[in-house]
């Protein structure tokens, strides 16, 4: 496992960069799923956001720790 002080400053930001992509990428599902679209497969989304969520908040704790 690589961890953050392992990666060039420049790896690093773009590391933070694809987090705070997922994460809008991820607020913008919310938001649409709180309008009530997609009611079909809202409750498999909705699970996945949450999923979503809980990978990213890894993901920037890991980044955090290196």
Not at 7 to 30: C, F, H, T
């Amino acid at each position: 496992m690589v961890t953050n002080s392992n990666m060039p400053d420049q790896e690093s930001g773009q590391v933070s960069a694809l987090i705070q992509a997922l994460q809008e990428d991820r607020r913008w599902l919310l938001r649409h799923l709180d309008e009530g679209r997609w009611n079909a497969f809202r409750l498999d989304l909705a699970s996945l956001e949450r999923e979503l969520g809980q990978l990213l908040e890894f993901c920037e704790a890991q980044a955090e720790s290196g």
